[in-house]
């Protein structure tokens, strides 16, 4: 994959799919298909510089950008281009469900694959600390502070230990879920996201330069 810029939107094969390119939307943070439309030269240029995901529409043959009637837009985060250069892919952020019949993705409510289903949770507890509540668990510990939520996470460690040297398979897959829920939650309390977290780790395993 190449970012599309300035240079490398050059060599994009218009002509293979008559002007149209298949773009495949991916969400920035949880890695989840969200849906595929096509681009037209034009759509490519204003996503690029609306920041907002806009495709060509083969049955109205117009430009349409995402959300422009429901509200639902996709926040553009990066654009790729594939080893062919027939086919684009856009990272994005959704703002509400991407599909017309309400699902998160056109594809269904289907979880984050893998590791993104952190990023995903990650996001339930933001919005949970916006809606505030005591019916919630997760706002609730939230609203004692990052002090509790430190505690929380010391105690769940703990927990996890124990459950390994117990040599309890099951006992310790519970405890870690619970251990990285609630290092999910104080990172929330602390205001550090999990993409910086991430990033930390992404560069602690570049190759270093000898």
Known sequence: MVPI???????????K??????????HASDGRVLMLGYMNAEA???????????????????????GETSG?????????????????????????PTCHLGTTTCFGDTPAPG??????????????AQAGGAESYTARLLGTGVKRCAQKVGEEGVEVALAALAGNREE????????????LVC????????????????????????
Not at 5 to 15: F, G
Not at 17 to 26: E, K
Not at 172 to 183: G, K, M, P
Request: hydrophobic share 50%.
């Open 5 to 15: 810029n300035s240079e490398s939107i050059k060599h994009l094969d218009w002509a």
């Open 17 to 26: 799919g008559d002007g149209l390119l298949p773009a495949i939307v991916q």
């Open 44 to 66: 490519l240029d204003q996503t690029r510089t609306s920041a907002r995901v806009t495709f060509f529409s083969r049955s109205k043959q117009r430009l349409w950008t995402k």
């Open 72 to 96: 639902h837009s996709l926040e553009l985060v990066e654009l790729l281009v594939d080893c062919d250069a027939d086919t684009i892919l856009v990272k994005a952020i959704p703002h509400g």
């Open 115 to 128: 590791v993104g289903f952190l990023a995903q949770l990650a996001a339930v507890i933001a919005d949970r």
């Open 172 to 183: 310790l897959a519970e405890e870690a879920a619970d251990l990285l829920f609630h290092l």
């Open 187 to 210: 990172l929330q309390a602390a205001d550090v996201g999990l993409d910086e977290v991430m990033a930390v780790l992404r560069q602690r395993h570049q190759p270093k330069a000898e």
